[in-house]
């Protein structure tokens, strides 16, 4: 009986990978939205940004006039280079986000799935623990009468 539960169990969750099923939905654009995202939001891209940005202030404030690309102190074309940057990267940022939120919730109706299937399980088997009480108390109460008779 308990078997055959645990069989229909299996049928009705079955096992799957949500990070698996989330990665064969993905079209390229999506995955290099997500690598951008990833790579944009590390340290490592911040101490980029935050070098190339002294390097550049501290040239063009420090440097003798002659070598001085983007006089101080407009420096138009670090904030032209540097608004292009965010323009161009906060949309992407926004798309990869989104997608990781796609795969969060991908992941919690899963766990949600999981914890149903735990329900169901753990019912099955207090089920099947609730049948094997009842069959020992019977088989107890015969074994009672059964020395009862024999005194």
């Known amino acids: 009986m308990a078997q055959t539960s645990i069989e229909k169990l299996q049928q009705q969750f079955p096992i799957k990978n949500v990070n698996v ?3 064969s939905r993905l079209s390229s654009m999506d995955k290099l939205a ?3 995202t990833e790579k944009i939001g590390t340290m490592g891209f ?3 940004i935050f070098a190339w940005t002294a390097i550049w202030l501290s040239w063009n404030i420090l440097a003798p006039k002659n070598f ?3 006089p101080y102190p407009a420096f138009v074309l670090w904030l032209f280079i540097s608004n292009l940057i965010q323009i161009h990267l906060m949309p992407l940022i926004m798309v990869g986000q989104n997608i990781q939120g796609k795969h969060a919730e991908l992941r919690s109706e899963h ?4 914890d149903k299937k735990a329900e169901k399980e753990i019912e099955t088997i207090l089920n099947h623990l609730e049948n094997q009480q009842k069959l020992m108390l ?3 109460r015969k074994i ?3 020395e009862e ?3």
Do not use: M, Y
């Open 21 to 23: 099923i989330h990665r």
């Open 34 to 36: 997500l690598f951008v």
């Open 46 to 48: 911040f101490f980029i």
């Open 68 to 70: 001085r690309f983007d």
């Open 111 to 114: 766990d949600f799935e999981t």
């Open 138 to 140: 019977e088989i107890l």
């Open 144 to 146: 009672e009468k059964l």
């Open 149 to 151: 008779s024999k005194k």
